[in-house]
């Protein structure tokens, strides 16, 4: 996926029109767009985790379900994390692996998802001991063509 076509001041100009439910201007890529270009980014990531030999990983086949923000949940997170841009949220559009496993279990799923990027390319954030669950692999950052 090519580089997000939109710089950060763009983004953060969209971001405080969702917040105030004003109308985009020329200023700022619209909301439709930016969906778009997460949409396709999401799409490359579920191909390249359905591609994972995931019996090698854990004992099941897990559930991978691609899933974008609507944009009452986005506008209401920007509300929430007010001083967060717009460029900084990671889960606008993402993909969630489910499947019964211990914690062992996801650590090499943590570890297959990189992998299938390449080493260097992803960071893992464990968000196991804190208030959510699970673990997200920014792909953000990734590069995979």
């Known amino acids: ?10 983004m953060e100009t969209l971001a405080e029109r969702i917040r105030s439910r004003s109308e ?20 490359e990531v579920w191909d390249l985790v359905n591609s994972i030999p995931w019996a090698g990983v854990i004992h099941s086949v897990p559930d991978i379900v691609p899933r974008t923000k609507t944009h009452d949940t986005l506008r ?7 001083a967060t841009g717009l460029h900084r949220i990671v889960d ?9 496993m211990t914690l062992s ?7 297959a998802v990189v992998a299938a990027f390449g080493e260097g390319n992803c960071t893992v954030k464990d968000l196991r001991a804190g208030a959510h669950s699970g673990c997200i692999v920014d792909t953000a950052a990734c590069t995979y063509t």
């Open 92 to 100: 606008i559009s993402g993909v969630r692996i489910d499947a019964e």
């Open 24 to 43: 985009v201007g020329a200023e700022s890529p619209s909301y439709d767009d930016v969906l778009i270009w997460y949409d396709g980014l999401t799409a």
């Open 105 to 111: 279990q996801q650590d090499s799923v943590a570890e």
């Open 1 to 10: 996926m090519d580089d997000r076509p939109w710089s950060n001041r763009e």
């Open 76 to 82: 209401e997170k920007l509300q929430r994390m007010s």
